[in-house]
């Protein structure tokens, strides 16, 4: 049980099934563009396009039945046989029992579009039955933007094309059946075990729609399994839980907007981090600390080119703000509009409001220099020369870390209350001065500049000792002088600031066992309440795989595995992770699939292999 | 037509805008960098390929101010003026053709079509380069007037 009295949500789980689908229900389809979820019921009730932020198409998820949906599956299904990605892949099959025998779903998005008259967003999605005939339902809904806008409706070759129109985007639905679909309303198909039924989603944004064949669209989605199998082949397999890992890798590449190399957070918007409350938030965007933790994680399993990508990502996006750098930025490295909310969005499970925009864009957080900086100094040591437009990029985030690391800032969670002096910060503006010196060693940079980081570092280290260390309780806390203390803390065995097994170091990862557990694996991000929002908020996942890499790094691997192992176990079915979880259901929170939570699941893992665990 | 002016002009006009261009840049207006664009044709080496595409760009350049010149001589007349109409002409091709088509020829260029496999760094310009801050379109037109007004008022003076 909690330390921390009731569960951190407003309504029970029986209340969430009678609203909507769980949120660790869905499945993500994607092709590193745009994504979709579709649930267990093989409706997808989320699809923008044509980027991760553009207009929903089918936005059922947080914008109830009016905001479209695009379903498939049996009409009279006896229950869900099975689900899961296939090996290696991307691409989902749902199989589901009927009393004439079980019907298989396989979908997936096709990535590899280049090279072939394919459109940049494409949907396959393939039914198929064993033993005989079998009827099946297919309702699609396309509802596009914040106004749920209904299409113009035409059909092509013979009403086998059925294509919606809206003034820029239009969208053609091409299935190898005599049905005639009509958006809105369902139609059953029959699925014999000789002639699977196909359909086809092309998405065209200003530019001409392409009309897909069923058979081209099913061998482009085949290729593109092969080539993810591929990409996934040299994961080294004695990794601990590598499948979950792989997975973890396909979901945060997936989560990559491949045009300019930005990691999303994640596909969503609003899905709440407290059913029922506030705390609904907008993820579909990049955060550079985010693309610093995805460098470190491809780099830790060789994958060389995705870790040179973020950061180039991360010097075109940051450009214009240099030598500031911005908390978070679109896919194109642009500031986010305003943060608003949606008119008349019905809300995940009644959780409003829905929200687009995200107003972190505007706070000072010290920590992202941290991270980036390390990422690249992780790159240099990965043998990687950093060019010298890039270095000077460097030089630039440690010069203003050295002028303003004595300011308060919003911190890592970017709570949006007063800000203060987070010693989280402070350790992460340490960590930047530090990689900046040790990068000077591989670079050139003048005495008179290498002088003033060093100062800089040597303030901030003493500093946080005297300001931010409780010496009673043995523990670095959440802020100076405050008795609590932060999870996002447990990186410190992975910043040399201190020993690795140094008695404040083990302090502060006890005392943030103790003060944040929320049943073993999971822990708060900080104390509940404390945050000047009403409700409580989930556990978050990403400081549990903090935890392990902490306690593995601490060379307490048994604790380490254990936990690791008691975390892989509460994944969603098919393998993903949101941002938070109900520490007593276990149900999944927050934006879906979250990026930061896969990447600290794969560094976790990378630290029980470097300890040593199998 | 002024075969010396085209050859002395055409360089300057062309330095002059690539120096609004990077003065933009420099100032926070636009992360669009033709130098870097056009050298990284031949190298990913973010300074080599300034210098290559500060190369580049001059004989480009060099080429646009021999249709500037061969307009003047069929006009009869080079002025100012007529350099700045020519300018927001070539502003607007360069904007909504040459810059957006880019992306199918230049090797280290993604296209908004990029998959996995795709191994190029440079983001596409999309549509009038807003990929590279909502200012560039505004930028790049005014750099081009200044390319043309530069041509008109030197290639006038002769």
Request: hydrophobic share 45%.
């Given at each position: ?102 019907l298989?779903l ?27 005939p079998v ?21 092509r070759d ?109 596909p ?38 995705e ?44 959780s ?9 864009a ?107 260390f ?51 694996p ?16 989930g556990?978050?996942?990403p ?21 690791f ?14 941002e938070?979880?109900?520490p ?17 699941l794969?560094?976790a ?5 470097d300890?040593?665990?199998? | ?8 002009f ?12 990077i ?67 070539h ?17 280290r ?5 990029a ?5 190029a ?15 560039t ?10 390319y043309?007004v530069a ?8």
């Amino acid at each position: 049980m909690s330390p921390h009295g009731p569960r951190p949500t407003d309504r029970t789980w029986h209340d969430i099934n009678s609203l909507g689908t769980p949120i660790e229900d869905y499945a993500l389809l994607g092709d590193t563009r745009s994504a979709a979820l579709v649930g267990p019921e093989g409706s997808i009730d989320w699809l923008c396009v044509p980027r991760f932020d553009g207009r929903p198409v089918f936005g059922r998820l947080v914008g109830g039945p009016a905001a479209g949906s695009f379903r498939l599956a049996p009409a009279r299904p006896l229950g869900l046989a099975s689900r899961r990605y296939r090996p290696e892949s991307v691409t989902l099959e749902t199989t589901w029992d009927t009393d004439a025998g079980p019907l298989t779903l396989t979908e997936g998005m096709v990535a590899e579009v280049s090279g072939d008259l394919l459109p940049s967003t494409m949907l396959v999605r393939r039914l198929t039955a064993r033993d005989g005939p079998v009827e099946a339902t297919i309702t699609f809904d396309p509802r596009l933007g914040e106004q749920h806008q209904s299409p113009r409706v035409q059909y092509r070759d013979r009403d086998r094309v059925l294509v919606c129109t809206w003034p820029t985007t239009a969208i053609a639905l091409k299935t190898n059946s005599a049905v005639r679909v009509q958006p809105g309303l369902p139609q059953t198909v029959t699925v014999s075990p000789d002639r699977p039924f196909t359909c086809v989603l092309a998405v065209a944004d200003r530019e001409p729609l392409t009309y897909v064949d069923h058979d081209a669209a099913w061998e482009a989605l085949q290729r593109d399994e092969l080539r993810w199998q591929a990409w996934c082949r040299d994961i080294d397999p004695t990794i601990p839980h590598r499948d979950m890992v792989t997975r973890s890798l396909l979901t945060l590449r997936l989560l990559t907007y491949s045009p300019s190399g930005a990691p999303v957070a994640a596909p969503t918007t609003s899905l709440p981090e407290v059913v029922g409350g506030i705390r609904n938030w907008d993820y579909r965007y990049a955060w550079p600390r985010d693309a610093s933790i995805g460098i470190a994680a491809f780099l830790g399993v060789g994958k060389h080119e995705e870790a040179r990508a973020f950061l180039a990502w991360l010097l075109s996006a940051t450009r214009l703000d240099r030598p500031r750098l911005p908390v978070l930025l679109t896919l194109h490295g642009k500031h986010p509009a305003p943060e608003r909310e949606l008119k008349n969005w019905a809300g995940y499970a009644d959780s409003l409001p829905v929200r687009l925009g995200n107003g972190a864009a505007d706070q000072h957080q010290l920590d992202g220099y941290g991270w980036v900086l390390d990422a690249a100094w992780l790159l240099t040591q990965a043998g990687h020369r950093l060019y010298s437009e890039t270095w000077r990029t460097m030089a630039g985030f440690a010069d203003n870390v050295a002028a303003r690391w004595r300011q308060p800032d919003a911190g890592i969670w970017e709570v949006r209350a007063d800000t203060t002096h987070h010693v989280h910060s402070k350790l992460m503006a340490w960590l930047a001065l530090d990689r900046a010196l040790l990068l000077a060693g591989h670079h050139r940079a003048s005495p008179g500049r290498m002088r003033r980081w060093t100062a800089a570092r040597a303030e901030l280290r003493e500093e946080i000792a005297s300001c931010g260390f409780d010496p009673e309780r043995g523990t670095y806390t959440r802020s100076y002088g405050s008795p609590d203390v932060d999870a996002a803390l447990l990186i410190l065995p992975k910043l040399g600031f201190e020993p690795i097994c140094s008695p404040r170091v083990s302090g502060t990862i006890d005392a943030i066992v103790h003060d944040l557990d929320a049943g073993p694996p999971l822990l708060y991000r900080y104390p509940p309440r404390h945050d000047g929002l009403p409700g409580i908020e989930g556990a978050f996942l990403p400081c549990s795989f903090w935890l392990v890499e902490a306690l593995a790094k601490s060379r307490r691997v048994v604790e380490a595995t254990s936990l690791f192992d008691d975390l892989i176990a509460l994944a969603s079915p098919v393998g993903l992770y949101a941002e938070e979880m109900d520490p007593l259901t276990h149900h999944h929170l927050g934006n879906f699939p979250q990026a930061l939570t896969h990447a600290a699941l794969v560094q976790a893992a990378l630290a029980l292999r470097d300890a040593g665990a199998r | 037509m002024d075969w010396a002016g085209w050859a002395l002009f055409g360089l300057l006009a062309t330095t002059v805008l690539t120096a609004l261009m990077i003065s933009a840049q420099l100032g926070g207006l636009s992360r669009l960098d033709l130098p870097l664009i056009l050298g990284t044709v031949a190298t990913p080496d973010p300074d080599r390929a300034r210098v290559a595409g500060f190369g580049i760009h001059l004989v480009v350049g060099q080429v646009f101010a021999l249709g500037y010149a061969a307009c003047f001589a069929l006009l009869g007349e080079a002025s100012w003026w007529l350099g700045g109409l020519l300018g927001a002409l070539h502003g607007s091709l360069a904007l909504t053709v040459l810059i957006p088509l880019l992306v199918g020829i230049h090797p280290r260029m993604a296209s908004n079509r990029a998959g996995p496999r795709s191994t190029a760094v440079l983001e596409p310009p999309g549509l009038l380069g807003l990929n590279y801050g909502a200012q560039t379109p505004l930028i790049t037109f005014t750099a081009h007037v200044g390319y043309g007004v530069a041509l008109g008022l030197l290639l006038g003076a002769r």
